[in-house]
Antibody, heavy 127, light 108 residues
Framework: QLQLQESGPGQVEPSETLSLTCTVS??????????WGWIRQPPGKGLEWIGS???????YYNPSLMSRVSISVDTSVNQVTLKLRSVTAADTAVYYC???????????????????WGPGTTVTVSS | EIVLTQSPGTLSLSPGERATLSCRAS???????LAWYQQRRGQAPRLLIY???RRATGIPDRFSGSGSGTEFTLTVSRLEPEDFAVYYC?????????FGPGTKVDIK
C-alpha cells in the first residue's frame, strides 16, 4: 500500500528557508494520474493548500505563497521537495505531503480527491 | 477565487444521532470537484467523499454527500464514537485547492 513520509528539520529560524522532503514508498511517483502536493495546518487552525506537482515537473502554487515557495520532484528517488523561503512565525504548522488522485479522459480531468496523506511533520519557526 | 463557508462551526450531538454539515461556495462550482475530509484529533485528514457524493474506498455507508451549485451537504446517518472529529469540505478548480474552515462534531 502506497505510503507518504515527510521529513525535515522540526525547527527553522525566522527569515531562513524551510525545506521538507516527502518520500513515496510502495508506489511510483511517475504514475500518470497523480499529482503530489503539500498542505499545512497551523496549530489549532484549518488546512491550507501550498502547492502541487506532477512527475513531469508541472507545478502550481497557492497564490498567497507563490512568491516564497518552490516544489520539485526527483523521480529517481521517488521524492517531492518543498522549500519555503523567508519564513516567519506564521509559517509554524504541521506540514502534510499528500497525493491528489484523478484521471484524464477525452481531454477532461476527473478529480478523485486527496486520497493519501502522510502523517505530517511539525515545523516550528523560532530562534 | 472560490471561498468555502462551512456551518455550523460546531455541532454537538450524541452517538447514534444524525449529523448534517453544510458547505457553501461563494460561486457556483461543479460537484465533480467537491470533496469532504474527516480529521480526527492528532491525525492527518482522511478522504470521505469526492465528486460531491461518491464515497472513497473503505468509507462506511453511513457517510453520504449531496448537493450542487453553491450548496453541498455531508450527512452522517448515525454517529459512531469514532465519527466525532473535524470535517472539511474542499474544492479543486483552475489548478487551485480551497478548503473550508471546518465543522467540529463533538459529543453532547
Amino acid at each position: 500500500q502506497l505510503q507518504l513520509q515527510e521529513s525535515g528539520p522540526g525547527q527553522v529560524e525566522p527569515s531562513e528557508t524551510l525545506s521538507l522532503t516527502c518520500t513515496v514508498s510502495a508506489g511510483f511517483i511517475t504514475s500518470s494520474v497523480f499529482y503530489w502536493g503539500w498542505i499545512r495546518q497551523p496549530p489549532g487552525k484549518g488546512l491550507e493548500w501550498i502547492g502541487s506537482i506532477y512527475y513531469s515537473g508541472t507545478v502550481y502554487y497557492n497564490p498567497s505563497l507563490m512568491s516564497r515557495v518552490s516544489i520539485s520532484v526527483d523521480t529517481s528517488v521517488n521524492q517531492v521537495t518543498l522549500k519555503l523561503r523567508s519564513v516567519t512565525a506564521a509559517d509554524t504548522a504541521v506540514y502534510y505531503c499528500a497525493r491528489q488522485n484523478g484521471d484524464y479522459f477525452r481531454g477532461d480531468y476527473y478529480y478523485y480527491g486527496i486520497d493519501v496523506w502522510g502523517p505530517g511533520t511539525t515545523v516550528t519557526v523560532s530562534s | 477565487e472560490i471561498v468555502l463557508t462551512q456551518s455550523p462551526g460546531t455541532l454537538s450531538l450524541s452517538p447514534g444521532e444524525r449529523a448534517t454539515l453544510s458547505c457553501r461556495a461563494s460561486q457556483s462550482v461543479s460537484g465533480s470537484y467537491l470533496a469532504w475530509y474527516q480529521q480526527r484529533r492528532g491525525q492527518a485528514p482522511r478522504l470521505l467523499i469526492y465528486g460531491a457524493s461518491r464515497r472513497a474506498t473503505g468509507i462506511p455507508d453511513r457517510f453520504s454527500g449531496s448537493g450542487s451549485g453553491t450548496e453541498f451537504t455531508l450527512t452522517v446517518s448515525r454517529l459512531e464514537p469514532e465519527d466525532f472529529a473535524v470535517y472539511y469540505c474542499q474544492h479543486f478548480g483552475s489548478s487551485q485547492f480551497t478548503f473550508g474552515p471546518g465543522t467540529k462534531v463533538d459529543i453532547k
